[in-house]
């Protein structure tokens, strides 16, 4: 079972700066890649960053050049920095992997004046 939980989010100017991290438990599962995701006021819920076990990462074309995935060695915390952020990055953040029902809490990130 892959429990995960996010943390770092908050209010931010345009053109601000946030990391968020995801801690990733898993008991008795190798977790392969953590999927940050992020649900915009009204919308659903969209991938935006994708980090691999070796250190891959593939990000959507909204964030791309903006946000950077990173991971400790252990796969056991994973971050989103996310720079130049703009008023649409506004939405709550969460992190998962790949067919887990188990989501966490999620972090909220506003980007206003």
């Known amino acids: 079972q892959v429990q995960v939980g996010e943390s770092g989010g908050g209010l931010v100017q345009p053109g601000g700066s946030l990391r968020l991290s995801c801690v990733v438990s898993?008991?008795?599962?190798?977790?392969?890649?953590i999927l940050w995701y992020r649900q915009a006021p009204g919308k659903q819920r969209e991938w935006i960053a994708t980090?691999?076990?070796?250190?891959?990462?593939n990000y959507a074309n909204s964030v791309k050049g903006r946000f950077t995935a990173s991971k400790d060695n252990a796969m056991s915390t994973v971050y989103l920095q996310m720079n130049s952020l703009k008023p649409d990055d506004t939405g709550v953040y969460f992190c998962?992997?790949?067919?887990?029902?188990?989501w966490g809490q999620g972090t909220q990130v506003t980007v206003s004046s």
């Open positions: 998962n992997t790949l067919g887990n029902d188990n």
């Open positions: 898993a008991s008795g599962f190798r977790v392969n890649a």
């Open positions: 980090i691999t076990r070796g250190g891959s990462t």
